[in-house]
């Protein structure tokens, strides 16, 4: 399986922005969304088992990312609202044989798309 993100942009403080990412082929794992800004780690934000029956997020943005899939498209959202300065960064998304917050536990990674907010 290929993952392909997509979505990213520049835009201003307090919008929405949905990312996409795209699998080559239908999957049955798990998928997760990350992201990591310059000069940090590459960071947790969201997963969503095959069904879409249980999600994960990470508290820093819990009350403003969601996420979701469709199967039959073989695609993983990551809907981000209220964005801030704070969350520009390259967004991946990747795919695991389980739901988890633990990066290592992800052995399929898209190329990245980058989000950048401005003040």
């Known amino acids: 399986v290929q993952l392909q993100a997509s979505g990213g942009g520049l ?5 929405s ?4 990412c795209v699998a080559s082929k239908q999957t049955d794992r798990s998928m997760g969304w990350f992201r990591q800004a310059p000069g940090k780690e590459r960071e947790f934000l969201a997963a969503i088992n095959w069904s879409g029956s249980a999600t994960m997020f990470a508290n820093s943005v ?3 990312f969601s996420i979701s899939r469709d199967n ?3 695609t993983v959202y990551l ?3 209220s964005l801030k300065p704070d969350d520009t960064a390259i967004y991946y998304c990747a795919a ?3 739901i988890t917050v633990q990066r290592d ?3 399929i990674w898209g190329q990245g798309t980058l989000v950048t907010v401005s003040s």
Do not use: C
């Open 96 to 98: 695991s044989p389980e």
């Open 79 to 81: 809907q981000m609202s």
């Open 105 to 107: 536990k992800y052995d």
């Open 72 to 74: 039959a498209k073989t």
């Open 17 to 20: 922005l949905g990312l996409s």
């Open 11 to 15: 835009v201003q403080a307090g919008v």
């Open 62 to 64: 819990k009350d403003r």
